[in-house]
T-cell receptor, first 115, second 113 residues
Framework: EPEVTQTPSHQVTQMGQEVILRCVPI?????FYWYRQILGQKVEFLVS????????KSEIFDDQFSVERPDGSNFTLKIRSTKLEDSAMYFC?????????????FGPGTRLTVL | DAKTTQPPSMDCAEGRAANLPCNHS???????VYWYRQIHSQGPQYIIH???NNETNEMASLIITEDRKSSTLILPHATLRDTAVYYC??????????????FGTGTLLAVQP
């Protein structure tokens, strides 16, 4: 069964450093998402991406964040200058379409630890 | 998107049916009810969704009341691997609608041996 994959599974970085989290969505999916979950808190939407542009973003997704689909398979989340409060699990998801069966498939997550 | 209310936790004996309720009294006509679950430290997993009619798949059944103000997710024979946080999410399903999922705190289902 096709699945969303994410690398790395755990990333440790120093405050102020840039990190790039990588995701490979399911191959025939058109919509891509990033969510995050701070330890013990809710899963929060960050951004959705379609047709090579951001379709929606939350207040959390400020200028420090960016997303890119650099080739036909990868979808990345970049945090330019990490802060302690960016420590969280970051989940990538993808879906075939918005309307109809909007089943979003989630990856296993990347645990980001900012020291 | 409509707000949902779920009990924070429930227990269920292994092999028995787990019935997880969700209240969505402000749901509007074009909003579907989705259920996802999150096993500890994993990504959320889609379970089932429905609009008006009851739905069943290989994982679960979804019962939606006639007025659509509440629903129940049924896991017919719960196993220890079903221990997870279960999220009831209401969202519209039409072109132009937001495609983000808004997760609440969900129900922590603990399946007991």
């Amino acid at each position: 069964e096709p699945e969303v994959t994410q690398t790395p599974s755990h990333q440790v970085t120093q405050m102020g450093q840039e990190v790039i989290l990588r995701c490979v969505p399911i191959s025939n999916h058109l919509y891509f998402y990033w969510y995050r979950q701070i330890l013990g808190q809710k899963v929060e939407f960050l951004v959705s991406f379609y047709n090579n542009e951001i379709s929606e973003k939350s207040e959390i997704f400020d200028d420090q964040f960016s997303v890119e689909r650099p080739d036909g398979s990868n979808f990345t989340l970049k945090i330019r200058s990490t802060k302690l409060e960016d420590s969280a699990m970051y989940f990538c998801a993808s879906s075939e379409a918005v309307a109809g069966y909007n089943e979003q498939f989630f990856g296993p997550g990347t645990r980001l630890t900012v020291l | 998107d409509a707000k949902t209310t779920q009990p924070p936790s429930m227990d269920c004996a292994e092999g028995r049916a787990a019935n997880l309720p969700c209240n969505h009294s402000t749901i509007s006509g074009n909003e579907y009810v989705y259920w996802y679950r999150q096993i500890h430290s994993q990504g959320p997993q889609y379970i089932i969704h429905g609009l008006k009619n009851n739905e069943t798949n290989e994982m679960a059944s979804l019962i939606i009341t006639e007025d659509r103000k509440s629903s129940t997710l049924i896991l017919p024979h719960a196993t220890l691997r079903d221990t997870a946080v279960y999220y009831c999410i209401v969202r519209a399903n039409y072109g132009g609608a937001t495609n983000k999922l808004i997760f609440g705190t969900g129900t922590l289902l603990a399946v007991q041996p």
